[in-house]
């Protein structure tokens, strides 16, 4: 249990970490269980986790295998959202007037987005789904959403 922290490192397997308030989270993790409350940076590589973020201000940084991660806010403000991602589930409740740019890939899996605010162009095909563009309305956002998945579901939306 950490109440507050800056700039925190965690490397750890088969652990529960709970964070009240922090800014910046840098992991290396397996089998473990993450929830926190307000963040900043998340940056984690990890397996078999299950991670709960309760707000996420500036940036997402994921590489997953077997794991969940769910985030309950994201402002319209924030830098990046980067996923890689294999046999895992993302909810991440991007706020409803946010505007960002979309490149994502799945193979036997989803990408899930506010359709009637999107800009994008959609190849789905062999079970495989490419979608680039943007969504919301600036033509030019600066925010960046990556995703890389398979087998599993991205969504993009509250």
Do not use: M, W
Not at 91 to 113: K, Q
Not at 134 to 145: E, K, L
């Amino acid at each position: 249990n950490i109440t507050d922290s800056k700039a925190l490192v965690v490397v750890s397997k088969y652990s529960k970490v709970y964070i009240t308030r922090g800014t910046s989270l840098v992991g290396d993790s397996k089998y473990d269980t993450y929830e926190t409350g307000p963040l900043n940076n998340l940056v984690l590589t990890t397996a078999y986790s299950n991670i709960k973020v309760e707000r996420l201000g500036n940036k997402l940084q994921v590489e997953s295998k077997y794991t969940d991660v769910n985030v309950g806010s994201i402002p319209a403000g924030f830098e990046s959202i980067r996923i890689n991602s294999s046999y895992g589930n993302y909810r991440l409740n991007v706020a409803p007037e946010a505007t960002y740019r979309l490149d994502g890939y799945a193979r036997y899996g989803n990408i899930e987005y506010p359709e009637g605010r999107a800009r994008v162009n959609r190849f789905s095909e062999n079970n495989e789904l490419k979608v680039n563009g943007t969504i919301g309305s600036d033509s030019n956002p600066t925010p960046q959403v990556n995703v890389n998945l398979s087998y599993g579901t991205v969504r993009l939306i509250p």
